[in-house]
């Protein structure tokens, strides 16, 4: 029987090599990308310094005029058959997501269909109407249009690669932009190469985008770079703030989407399996590490250890292993420094007074979901975001003080709120100061037509998604057209 591997993603194709108008070598050498489950080499890619960085940078300013004239249809027919190519590979293309950043299964199927949802939303931006005609200020006819940046330079995280890749990527090519991505160096593949393939394959013009991957020297060139005109960041708040700082001082547009402290509350009268069940997802889903994950559980005290005890129980249910070949429901950690930064804070915790109901420990860099009550505002764990499977549970007495709880941070990325009655949920929820509110949901919700972002220092108020795309990648020309030039009185 003659069985072919599927092979769309082609490495041979690829191998040492980034994404500059084709497939070409680095001035800054190569890079080798291993598996954090088994420290086992996955793939070599070209590294990108600054020198290549600013040779992407002129090839998609060269490439950017002709893009922007390219017919809206065209180029909406381009990204939906992207997003066809994306959902078509989808089963050989999960475990690149897997190996590259410890994925189960189901989470790497999760940035497959999620990725090839936020491209199709993109196709429907390129066919938008996006101008507005103004009242006559004068005999003049007067409109406004929104006209692409220029070229947009995109920076992403190792943990949800592809889709937080594809979110910045997908609309800003849609409407008239070109595209200079910087991926995590430690996902290369997932959050780069699977995409410069499926838009290679489906006819994308060279020179339209160009992904190198890179370390933080790279994404600092892009936000200094003068043929860049906006920067799209998503990452930590440190790596945020010097973005931010960088794109400041060069005059850059920049939107940042950075870390959350995210608290689902559970109130007095809620179904505490399912309230279980919702913070067990919220909290573990890819070992905790996605920014909306739930960094806090508060639990109205008379509800607070009943809902412990069933979290603990389904902690202690969840297997972690290495997801490649095996039935876990967590897999590693992306780091042995972030394996030892996870587990400071638990330390902190249990020293200052937390009881642990669960895990607590590691086996390399598997670490176990855990479950801490009694976490308190003098505990790391109470105000940072951990990065890692830790449920903290912290009780409150009365609906404002669950309010007050979710306000004292300044991380409002996202927040649930779980109870039967609807009303009472939404009276504490509008009270929340954050970028996104799940009634009778947990924290970790996101889709390509809700504009996403957080409040404080989660972001720059800048969002992604849904209708904040057109405003954030394009910006507004006001363009005025008399029937013949008149004579001014100089
Ligand atoms: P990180 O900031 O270290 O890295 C993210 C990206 O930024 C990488 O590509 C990295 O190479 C680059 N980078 C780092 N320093 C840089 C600098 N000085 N200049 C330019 N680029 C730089 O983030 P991480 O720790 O790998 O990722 C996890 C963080 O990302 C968490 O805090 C998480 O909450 C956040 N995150 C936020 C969202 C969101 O939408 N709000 C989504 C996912 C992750």
Redesign the pocket.
């Known amino acids: 029987m003659n069985v072919h591997k599927p092979n769309f993603l082609q490495s041979d194709r690829w191998d040492g090599l980034a994404f500059f108008s084709g497939w070409q070598a680095t001035a800054a050498g190569t890079l080798n990308v291993t598996d954090p489950a088994t420290g086992l080499h996955v793939a070599t890619v070209g590294f990108g310094g600054p020198a290549d960085i600013a040779r992407a940078a002129r090839e998609a300013k060269a490439a950017q005029k002709s893009w922007a004239e390219t017919l809206a249809g065209e180029r909406a027919r381009i990204l939906s058959r992207a997003a066809d190519l994306l959902e078509k590979h989808g089963e050989e293309l999960a475990p690149w997501i897997m190996r590259e950043s410890g994925s189960i299964h189901a989470k790497a199927m999760i940035e497959v269909e999620h990725g090839a949802l936020f491209i199709r939303h993109a196709a429907t931006l390129a066919m938008a109407a996006t101008g507005t005609f103004l009242p006559g200020m004068d005999t003049r006819t007067h409109y406004a249009r929104r006209v692409p940046h220029g070229v947009v330079g995109v920076?992403?995280?190792?943990?949800?690669p592809l889709v937080?890749s594809i979110r910045s990527i997908a609309p800003a090519l849609a409407l008239g932009n070109t595209i200079v991505h910087?991926?995590?160096?430690r996902t290369p593949i997932s959050g780069g190469f699977i995409i410069a393939r499926i838009f290679e394959e489906a006819g994308l013009p060279e020179g339209v985008l160009h992904i190198i991957p890179?370390?933080?020297d790279?994404?600092?060139a892009?936000?200094i770079d003068d043929n860049v005109a906006m920067v799209s960041?998503?990452?930590?708040?440190?790596?945020?703030s010097?973005?931010g700082e960088?794109c400041g001082k060069h005059l850059k547009k920049v939107q940042l989407?950075?870390?959350?402290k995210n608290a689902l509350i559970i109130l007095d009268d809620a179904d505490l399996d399912v309230a279980a069940s919702n913070a067990a997802w919220g909290a573990f889903l890819h070992q905790g590490?996605?920014?909306?994950a739930t960094g806090l559980v508060l639990a109205d005290e008379k509800i607070a250890t009943g809902l412990s005890e069933r979290l603990a129980t389904k902690a202690g249910h969840l297997q972690v292993g290495d997801p490649s070949g095996h039935q876990v429901a967590l897999g590693p950690i992306i780091s042995d420094q972030q394996v030892a930064s996870i587990q400071a804070i638990v330390d902190d915790a249990i020293a200052k007074g937390a009881q642990l109901l669960a895990g607590g420990t590691h086996d390399g860099r598997f670490y176990k979901a855990t479950v801490l009550t009694d976490v308190r505002p003098d505990m790391r764990a109470f105000n940072e975001?951990i990065?890692g499977p830790v449920a903290c549970v912290v009780s409150f007495q009365r609906d404002e003080d669950a309010v007050a709880i979710v306000n004292r941070s300044d991380h409002g990325?996202a927040a649930g709120v779980i109870s039967r009655n609807v009303a009472r949920a939404m009276a504490l929820g509008n009270q929340l100061n954050v970028g996104q509110l799940h009634i009778n949901d947990q924290t970790v919700n996101g889709g390509p037509y809700a504009p996403?972002?957080?409040r404080g220092k989660?972001?720059n108020g800048s969002r992604?998604g849904g209708p904040s795309d057109i405003e954030e990648l394009t910006q507004w020309q006001w363009v005025s057209v008399k029937d013949q030039a008149t004579a001014y009185p100089f």
């Open positions: 920076i992403s995280p190792f943990n949800f937080l910087k991926p995590d160096p890179g370390g933080a790279a994404g600092e892009l936000c960041f998503t990452g930590s708040v440190r790596g945020g010097k973005v960088l989407e950075l870390g959350g590490q996605i920014c909306m975001e990065f990325l996403f972002g957080g989660s972001g992604m």
